[in-house]
């Protein structure tokens, strides 16, 4: 005798489905605390400055190399949108 793939009855089918969307929002929640921490990184990244010097003389402060960067990378990402 064939081997027949199982009907799903409709309950068993909707179960699925449920079970499907509550995988979905785990892997959102999962994917937004991730977000939050790199936003919460790169905001720090950015915000770092270097002290400029002219003969001898501080002079001001500039954003890092570094900063520049994450900047670019939170305005990519969307920002601090919280």
Not at 4 to 31: C, G, H, T, W
Not at 45 to 55: D, L, M, Y
Request: without cysteine; aromatic residues 6%.
């Amino acid at each position: 005798m064939r081997d027949l793939p199982k009907m799903l009855s409709k309950r068993e089918i909707e179960l699925q489905e449920v079970n499907y969307i509550f995988s979905l929002r785990a892997e959102r929640d999962k994917l937004q605390e991730q977000l939050y921490t790199a936003k919460k990184a790169l905001t720090e990244i950015s915000s770092t400055r270097q002290e400029i010097w002219r003969g001898g003389t501080l002079v001001g402060l500039e954003a890092t190399e570094d900063a520049k960067i994450a900047f670019d990378a939170l305005a990519a990402i969307g920002g601090d949108d919280e």
